[in-house]
């Protein structure tokens, strides 16, 4: 009768540690899944604020580089002509072309702030008055 009791116990004892051993795997399986949604859910947040497509400014880039619809000014500074980007603030490049060096036509234009269209322009005229 020994016996029977002992492989009752032993069976019980069995048929309890599966059970805890599943509940552990799909307590596991379920954080594991969760965790994984979260992933893919801040991946996909990601990759949509990456992939979308801002509109491009019509203003000029804030570190001194000039977009392709941006327009050039040129103005004096210190006896000098300067590139300053469409804002009139920004320069974009410094050269060494001196002021009173040009034609007063020119001065005059530049003074109000010569209009460049485009680079091609303005690296067309640079390159007529640089020495």
Known sequence: ????????????????????TGAYQLSYQRAKEKSEMKVAEETRTQDVTVTTPEPAPATVAADGQALKEDCYYLMEVNGYVVVYLSDKKTPYEYTDIKYDELPAEIRDEIRNGKYMEDAKTLYGFLENYSS
Do not use: E, H, Q
Not at 1 to 20: A, D, E, H, P
């Open 1 to 20: 009768m020994r016996n029977k009791y002992g492989i009752g116990f032993f069976g019980v004892m069995i048929v309890c540690l599966m059970l805890v």
